[in-house]
């Protein structure tokens, strides 16, 4: 039997011992929990106060409450806030991720760009080139090219998680360049450009390395 409910709030008491239980294998992903009066009993509450602690663990995801059909299991464990975790990661990992993305975006981007989106991104190459300005702004320049590359691949989800990532991004790369500056601008430039051309040229094979390729140098930059 599950422990009982001792200390106030005694909702988020409730809900932590369920989400407990589901942790522990109690009640598994799918499974649906006991009614209302045996769960209340076990937990040692009243039914309005089970009530609120499942409203607050189907709030992050946990459980569903079913019209007519009870409540499920829908998650075993409350995702962490998808900030805090890339406030946590580390750089390496962030840029990892960032080659999923932008290696499979290069290559959407190669079959499905426009003539505007074209225009975009040879625009955004164009702004990135390394002038008289400061880091933050060249920063800010470099991630307006890639945003043009991934919003070339018409992809809403792809969009949005590297969209996700710009704000850690932003913030390594202007600290690696302050403390280390590139040893080639004419080369990480060239890089990029390869990319465009190869957008330009339809050809998703030769997006998707030349994307890898600059991004892989970047993360050994940061190793």
């Known amino acids: 039997m599950a422990p009982s409910v001792q200390r106030r709030p005694l909702s988020s008491q ?3 011992v369920l989400l407990d239980g589901i942790r ?12 209302e009066a045996t769960l209340a009993a076990q937990l040692g509450v009243g039914r309005s106060t089970l009530r609120e602690a499942i409203r607050e663990l189907a709030g992050k995801g946990v459980l ?6 009870g409540v499920f299991v829908t998650a075993l464990d ?8 890339l406030r946590r990661a580390s750089v390496v990992s962030v840029i990892e991720a960032r080659v999923a993305i932008e290696a499979e975006a290069a290559a959407l981007a190669a079959e499905r760009r426009t003539p505007v989106d074209l225009r975009a991104i040879k625009r955004a190459l164009t702004h990135r080139r390394w002038q008289d300005r400061s880091i933050e702004e060249h920063v800010d320049a470099d991630m307006d090219f890639h945003r043009a590359v991934v919003i ?3 992809n809403d989800v792809l969009a949005e998680l590297f969209d996700s990532f710009v704000p850690r ?13 590139l040893d080639s601008p004419e080369a990480d430039h060239a890089a ?4 465009a051309d190869a957008i330009a040229a339809r050809d998703p094979l030769a997006a998707a390395a030349a994307s890898r390729a600059h ?7 940061f190793a």
Do not use: F, I, N
Request: net charge positive; proline share 5%; glycine share 8%.
């Open 24 to 35: 522990s294998g109690r009640w598994p992903l799918g499974h649906k929990l006991p009614g």
């Open 169 to 181: 991004v932003r913030k390594a790369m202007t600290d690696m360049l302050r403390a280390r500056p």
């Open 78 to 85: 409350v995702t962490e806030d998808w900030d805090a975790v």
């Open 215 to 221: 991004l892989t140098e970047l993360k050994r930059a």
């Open 64 to 69: 569903d409450s079913r019209q007519g059909a």
């Open 192 to 195: 990029h450009a390869d990319l």
């Open 152 to 154: 070339a691949a018409h």
């Open 14 to 16: 409730a809900a932590d």
